[in-house]
């Protein structure tokens, strides 16, 4: 989200989206998870390196922490048991 003209919009929309009911809400998660299945190889790996970037530095900053990766892996064994 570059720029304050797209973040207002995005606040906006979102906004709109969250006065939905929950069924209208479904519909519109639903649409807006198939299209990012639709995303070129190119772009979804453009988007991750984002996402990345995005979350080295909240890191950084202090605002996340780092999970060893032994108990990640052990928590998504027991999630998918």
Known sequence: MNGGGKMSSLTEILKDAMSLDVH?????AER?????????????E???AEEAQRR????RAGRA????A?????QAERLFR
């Not at 080295?56 to 890191?59: I, K, P, R, S």
């Not at 922490?65 to 060893?68: E, G, I, S, Y």
């Not at 032994?70 to 052990?74: I, L, N, Q, S």
């Open 70 to 74: 032994e108990k990640v892996h052990e």
């Open 56 to 59: 080295l530095g909240e890191y």
């Open 65 to 68: 922490k780092a999970v060893p």
């Open 46 to 48: 453009r988007l991750w």
């Open 24 to 28: 209208d809400r479904a519909a519109l």
């Open 32 to 44: 807006l998870l198939a299209s990012l299945e639709e995303l070129s190889e190119e772009e979804a």
